[in-house]
């Protein structure tokens, strides 16, 4: 694997290269994320964001109750660079998706008061954010997309800065015990995929922050249940990097990516992307992946 020798501009290109290559099916949709991707890097540069500081006391408190460090609605963001970032994207989802020109139109030229809708984002102000849907008359998952993507630099950035209240606190024990939840613990949402490292430890991606931790090899990763036979999976010859986890338990499912079979710089947000099809045929057995607790 080269992952390592790339910077993360090739890793986003490349990636989208092998996968449109690989998969025809997705020929449209990931040039239109590649472009997302790396307009989200490009804005990261411009950031200005007050870092979050977390009170000895209450970063105490937090580990002994086994809680993440903060919860989503405390990440900062920088309003006018998430403004800035919204326009692009909805620009380029006008170039890019079909899907979605219409309502990346109707949002460019909607007078929106953008702060409030990042602060609905940040808060899960489910309420505030269907008036604004209604008002727009667009596709909910449409504004989510585009919204949720224009903030995602910020909360990326904020919860890279937070880590380092982790490692302190793992570098402070002699033999580090892993995070062993199944919520991220920066921020305590769900992972939304997962993988498999060239030693077999399995790692998970916070579905809201983006960041990295690791989980036990075995048991379900968002439930943590271990009852052998509560747990399944799925994958496929075709794909052999790709593995679906199923809990019986919790009656969710995890893709998960084995980065031993993988043979292309591995960006996890495109590999989530051009993996669609294993969602379907995860919900087709019954399973959920809403991001809940
Ligand atoms: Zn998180
Ligand atoms: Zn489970």
């Not at 010859?237 to 043979?263: A, Q």
Request: net charge negative; with cysteine.
């Amino acid at each position: 694997m080269t992952t390592e020798t790339c910077n993360i501009t090739e890793q986003i290109n490349k990636s989208a290269e092998n996968l449109v290559k690989m998969r025809p099916a997705y020929e449209e949709i990931i040039p239109f994320y590649r472009e997302l991707y790396l307009a989200q890097e490009d804005s990261k540069k411009n950031l200005d964001l007050s870092p979050v500081i977390i009170a000895d006391d209450v970063l105490k408190m937090r580990k002994e109750n086994e809680l993440p460090l903060i919860s989503p609605e405390q990440f900062p963001f920088d309003h006018k660079h998430a403004s800035i970032l919204l326009k692009r994207l909805c620009t380029i989802a006008k170039k890019r998706a079909p899907a979605l020109k219409k309502s990346a139109n109707t949002i460019l030229e909607a007078e929106l008061d953008t702060e409030q809708l990042f602060n609905d984002f940040i808060k899960n102000n489910i309420a505030s954010i269907r008036e604004t849907v209604k008002k727009l008359a667009i596709p909910e998952e449409h504004l989510i997309l585009l919204a949720a993507s224009a903030i995602a630099p910020a909360v990326e950035t904020g919860a890279q800065q937070l880590a380092h209240y982790l490692e302190k606190e793992s570098s402070a024990k002699d033999n580090t015990t892993a995070w062993d939840k199944g919520f991220c613990p920066i921020c305590g949402s769900l992972p939304q995929i997962g993988y498999i490292k060239e030693n077999g430890e399995r790692h998970m991606i916070c579905g809201f922050c983006l960041h990295h931790f690791k989980t036990g090899r075995t048991g379900c990763a968002l439930c943590r249940n271990r009852e052998k036979d509560q747990q399944q999976y799925f994958y496929s010859d075709d794909e052999k990097e790709y593995r679906v986890d199923l809990c019986n338990h919790c009656k969710r499912y995890i893709k998960i990516v084995d980065l031993r079979e993988l043979e292309r710089p591995f960006y996890p947000q495109l590999e989530l992307v051009a993996t669609i099809h294993l969602d379907m045929k995860a919900i087709e057995h019954g399973y959920s992946n809403l991001l809940e607790q």
